[in-house]
């Protein structure tokens, strides 16, 4: 533990998604790191919470979060990760803390000064097997839609020329351990299809509002999310704003394909 760097600077990583997705299980597996106790029973979230996190800077590509930094004798990269509540009821203040063209995330939540933590990264992790049976699809890809479109208006309503800084966003697609649970390249296609038939109800219902469609085509004013003139949705197209989507299994319990992948992930960010 380093006492050199003042806790407040810390960036953080903002975990997002929907109820029961696993984010308060992933929280906790990543707490405990190198400890080899079993999971607590987790219970539904109702405020957010963070935990300071380290990772092996000298390279991250290879780290684990089962590693003991100390014993290793690496060099730490400290950063917070912020486990939000998935209850719809809940998320509006969850998505405010991105809605900046610097996001950062208040004091209160991730210390007790008065300093901001900047945001450099997005954990929206989804239920893999949930989505299997096509219920849980429409309601994660509406959270997911207003995560992303909040994270390109921003990029309309900086100040001067200066672009935001661009935000990475990883689709942690969890309980791969589940035999029912559907494969990663799945839930990025299904949650691109859903995504897209959102966009096209939402810019209808705007259309019948008596939004022009030149309003719509500039692009500023509209809900359309990505690029314009596209008839099918993709992660790709949110790059023109600088939110760069990947989508990566693993699990949190059982035994599946582990949360690894998604610590390197996090690790090349911070
Ligand atoms: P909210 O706080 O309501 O937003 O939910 P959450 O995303 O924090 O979910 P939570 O971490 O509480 O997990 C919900 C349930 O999913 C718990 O019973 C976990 O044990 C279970 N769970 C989490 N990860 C996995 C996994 O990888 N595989 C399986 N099979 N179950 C998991
Ligand atoms: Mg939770």
Redesign the pocket.
Known sequence: YSTATPYTTLPSVL?L????????????LFERGPLDLP?A??????VPSSIELSINSDDPSSASYKTNLDEAGATAKKFLLV?????PK?RASSLAHLNSAEPTIKSSLVSDGGAKSKIKAVVF?V?A?ALADGDALPSTAEYLYDVLLTLQKRFHSRNGSRAPASMPVLVAA?????FT?LPAALVKSNLEAELGRIRAARSKGLLDSGVGQDDLAAGEEGDWLGGDGSEKFSFAQMMEFDVDVDVIG?????D?PG?EKWWKWIGERV
């Open positions: 975990l998604g929907p109820p029961g997705a696993g984010k308060t299980a992933l929280t906790t999971l029973k987790t219970h539904t979230s109702q486990d939000t509540p998935g209850h809940l992790m239920d097997a969890n309980k791969l351990d589940l649970a693993g699990s949190v319990t059982g599946g949360a």
